[in-house]
């Protein structure tokens, strides 16, 4: 990801989010060293990539943290979303993490199963963590390791 592909991500950040990150946010993410921010992009109908979906994460000491994943609204269940957990999955195994934590909001099953589908386990609980309507957010995790014969 690159402050180029912030116009799209924030339009689908907005249409995702019912607390958006805004450009600031993402600007941030962008400077920082531990944080890693990449794009899907697909060729759509012959008319050039199209920026699809976005996953944002921190990687530090051996331990990783999903901040910010999305997909367009009108390519979802498409597996997009999948794949970009496994290649964040990878993109950690590569630089030798060991756990991986994320927040989800309790209600959001799609995207619970979406992570249990890629191996990640409710941890724990953080009660009335959304300010906009005091939801709680399950914490999942994932233990990665080392595969034999890398």
């Known amino acids: 990801m690159t ?3 912030l116009r799209d991500v924030i339009t689908i950040e907005s249409l995702s989010f019912s607390i958006p990150w805004n450009e600031a946010m993402f600007k941030s993410e962008l400077s920082l060293d531990y944080s890693h921010n ?17 996953i944002c994460f921190w990687v530090f000491h051996g331990e990783a943290h999903l901040l910010n994943i999305a997909v367009q609204p009108d390519y979802r269940r498409m597996g997009l979303g999948t794949q970009l957990m496994r290649f964040f999955i990878d993109f950690c195994r590569s630089k030798k ?29 953080r009660p ?14 994932l233990k990665l390791k080392a595969k034999i014969g890398r």
């Open 128 to 141: 009335h963590y959304y300010a906009d309507n005091g939801e709680d957010a399950l914490i999942m995790g």
């Open 38 to 54: 990449f794009t899907l992009r697909l060729s759509v109908n012959g008319t050039g990539d199209v920026l699809l979906g976005y």
């Open 3 to 5: 402050e180029i592909d």
């Open 97 to 125: 993490v060991e756990t991986i934590t994320l927040d989800v909001r309790s209600s959001n099953d799609p995207a619970i199963e979406m992570y249990r589908k890629v191996g990640f386990r409710k941890v724990g609980l």
